[in-house]
């Protein structure tokens, strides 16, 4: 039986999502930034700081998207290593500088703003689920050291008792650059600093059509009429739809899945993350990978892509519910209060993009790792928008795939194919 809070994030419930604007939608601005979640209220923020007028339409409520339903993971969220990174020359150096310039912005941001997300810093633990998945690690503490100057060490399997009682595992990696944050919280800050700066966000706005206008500018067309800019911002990641088949084309939607469980007492919440860092963040390295960690009130978040199959939720809460029970047995008997999905980006190179197709900006493809960088993609595209010169990696070619046009039939097959490789290796 599923309980009366399933298909509800559990952040929901700790938070004041902002209504939006009530006004009309103004005719003309400088800017319209299409996509409400991070990468929209950032852009919002700077441009608005900037002194541009900026509307932001999201098709549904404010922070809709993943942007109120991911796990709340900060870190510098690069799925590449340095040695492919520093393989695409300066676009490639500047992308791995992202990732760490991401976390300080969002630091920044939240000092700045005086965002109450409970955001700790404690760290990162990156479990490994074979003897091959730990040699990954070991290039992975490479790419710390080497190209991000941070601190990461390998737990050996001897040693692993000491960091988490997590069962089934080779090894680990800790990394020392890594937070958790209320991820709905951290959401509602950054759009109340937009909307305090002087951006208008309009919910339950779609933009249903995108003109381009023939003195240079484009009007985009909503139910509740239409708005004519200079600059138009495409910030809809995981959830992009047929009005941009340029992008749809090149990211890849997939669902991931969160259950959270009742309040852990002292001792089971002690199982997950030693009680001296309770805000650390916890992943596999499977490509059906699960990600876990405790919320501020000691309930086991746990999430994971429990099929790349678009399967009933009911279904994906109860593969999840297993998982994390074969790697904590001890948590047995444990109720599952929350259950939620959400749809993250995924790129054919599985790097994020930042460019302008056709004159329309875009920052999207976080690849499941956006917190930290669609703060810093969002803010860099205000700050374009504004004028600014843009970061080296713009522009950056931006792969699609033969007879890709948004509807991702290749998964199932991909998905079994990874299921076998995790199986193996
Ligand atoms: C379950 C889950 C767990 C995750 N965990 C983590 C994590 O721990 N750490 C991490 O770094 N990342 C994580 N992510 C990824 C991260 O949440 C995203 O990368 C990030 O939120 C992307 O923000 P965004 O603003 O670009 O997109 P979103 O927040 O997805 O916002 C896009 C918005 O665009 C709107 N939209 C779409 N089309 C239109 C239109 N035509 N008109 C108007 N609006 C439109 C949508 O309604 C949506 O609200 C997770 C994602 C999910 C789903």
């Avoid at 305090?196 to 509740?224: I, M, Q, Y």
């Avoid at 990641?237 to 959270?260: C, K, M, Q, W």
Wanted: net charge neutral; glycine share 12%; charged share 25%.
């Amino acid at each position: 039986v599923r309980a009366a809070t399933a298909d509800r994030p559990l952040w929901w419930e700790d938070v004041e999502l902002p209504e939006g604007s009530d006004e009309g939608l103004p005719s003309e601005v400088d800017a319209v930034v299409i996509g409400g979640g991070y990468t929209g209220v950032t852009a919002a923020r700077e441009l608005a700081r900037r002194g541009r007028a900026v509307v932001v339409l999201e098709k549904e409520q404010l922070g809709y998207g993943a942007s109120t339903r991911n796990a709340g993971f900060v870190h510098p969220g690069l799925k590449a290593s340095a040695a492919k990174l520093e393989a695409k020359g300066a676009p490639g150096r500047a992308l791995l500088g992202a990732g760490r310039d991401a976390f300080a912005l969002l630091e920044r941001l939240i000092a700045e703003e005086q965002i109450d997300c409970d955001f700790r810093r404690d760290g990162r633990l990156v479990l490994a689920h074979s003897e091959h998945a730990l040699e990954h690690l070991r290039e992975l503490e490479r790419t710390y050291h080497d190209g991000l100057h941070e601190h990461a060490r390998i737990v050996p399997r001897a040693e692993l008792a000491g960091v988490t009682a997590a069962t089934g595992f080779h090894g680990a990696l800790e990394i020392e650059l890594g937070a958790t944050l209320q991820p709905a919280k951290y959401y509602a800050g950054l759009a109340r600093a937009a909307a305090a700066a002087g951006a208008r966000l309009f919910a339950h706005t779609p933009a249903t059509s995108l003109d381009r206008l023939p003195g240079g500018g484009f009007r985009v067309g909503t139910p509740r009429g239409s708005v004519e800019a200079r600059d138009v911002l495409v910030a809809t990641n995981g959830y992009t739809d047929s009005l941009f088949p340029e992008l749809r084309r090149r990211v890849i939607p997939i669902g991931s899945f969160i259950v959270a469980t009742e309040r852990l007492d002292q001792e089971r919440a002690a199982l997950v993350s030693p009680p001296g860092s309770p805000g650390r963040a916890l992943l596999d390295t499977r490509n059906f990978l699960h990600y876990w960690r405790l919320s501020s009130d000691s309930r086991l978040v746990f999430g994971g892509r429990a099929s790349f199959r678009p399967s009933a939720d009911a279904q994906a809460a109860e593969v999840l519910e297993q998982a994390m029970l074969s790697i904590y047995p001890q948590l047995r008997g444990v109720r599952i209060e929350y259950d939620w999905n959400g749809k993250v980006a995924f790129t054919f190179d599985r790097l994020p993009h930042f460019g302008r197709v056709r004159g329309v900006t875009f920052a999207l493809g976080y690849c499941g790792s956006g917190v930290g960088l669609s703060t810093y993609f969002g803010t860099l595209a205000g700050a374009w928008i504004a004028g600014e010169e843009p970061p080296a990696f713009a522009g950056m070619r931006f792969p699609t795939a033969p007879l890709y046009r948004g509807t991702p039939w290749f998964l199932p097959a991909v998905g079994l194919w990874y299921q076998l490789l995790d199986r193996v290796r």
